[in-house]
C-alpha cells in the first residue's frame, strides 16, 4: 500500500469526527494540553510550532490531505511542547488516537503502511535537521523548494521564514533574487 492510498483508505475511515472549522491563527493545540487526537487537514494550512511569546517557531506544516498531531504528547502521554496553528482558514476532522490504532492494526498492511509513513517522517525531520546544521540559507531555501514546492502558495512567508530560520526579509531577498 502505498502512502497515498494509505492516506485515502484513513480518511474514508469512519473513525473522524465532525468537521471542524478553524479561523487563521486559531489554536488546535496548546501548549500544556495532553494530545488525545489525530487530525486530518481537510483544506487549509496548519503548523507545528514552539508559541513563544514574540513569535512563532515553525517546525512542521501540513495542508489537505496531510494528517497532523503532537506526536510528543501522544507517545509520552504528556503535556505538549509544541502548539498547533491554523495559518489561513482551515477544517480538519480528528479521531481519537485509540480509533486510529484499531483502524492501522485491523490488518498488515494498513499497518507497514503506518510504518512506512512514521519512517518517511523519521526521513523528514533528519534531512531538515541537517539543512538547519550545514546550509547557508539560500541553500535552506532551494531545498524546501526541491521538496516541498506546494509550500509556498499553502503558508504565508513569515511562516516559511520562520521554518527556515532567517527573517522574512532575508527569505524576501533570497526569493528576488
Known amino acids: 500500500m502505498t502512502s497515498a492510498q494509505f492516506l485515502s483508505s484513513l480518511s474514508l475511515a ?35 510550532a514552539n508559541c513563544l511569546e514574540v513569535e512563532l517557531q515553525v517546525h512542521r506544516f501540513a495542508y489537505q490531505d496531510n494528517i497532523i498531531a503532537p506526536l510528543d504528547s501522544l507517545i509520552a502521554q504528556r503535556a505538549s511542547r509544541y502548539c498547533i496553528i491554523a495559518l489561513r482558514q482551515s477544517k480538519v476532522r480528528a479521531a481519537k488516537q485509540e480509533d486510529f490504532l484499531n483502524f492501522i492494526g485491523q490488518d498488515q498492511e494498513k499497518l507497514w503502511a503506518w510504518v512506512g509513513f512514521q519512517q518517511q517522517l523519521i526521513l523528514d525531520l533528519l534531512e531538515r535537521e541537517q539543512d538547519l546544521l550545514l546550509k547557508s540559507p539560500k541553500d535552506r531555501l532551494e531545498a524546501v523548494l526541491k521538496r516541498s514546492p506546494k509550500l509556498f502558495q499553502e503558508a504565508p512567508l513569515k511562516y516559511i521564514a520562520s521554518y527556515l530560520r532567517m527573517s522574512p526579509e532575508t527569505l524576501s531577498r533570497l526569493m528576488n533574487s
Open 14 to 48: 469512519e473513525i473522524w469526527g465532525e468537521s471542524k472549522t478553524l479561523k487563521a491563527k486559531e489554536s488546535l493545540l496548546e501548549v500544556g494540553e495532553i494530545g488525545q487526537e489525530i487530525f486530518l487537514i481537510e483544506s487549509g494550512c496548519l503548523c507545528i
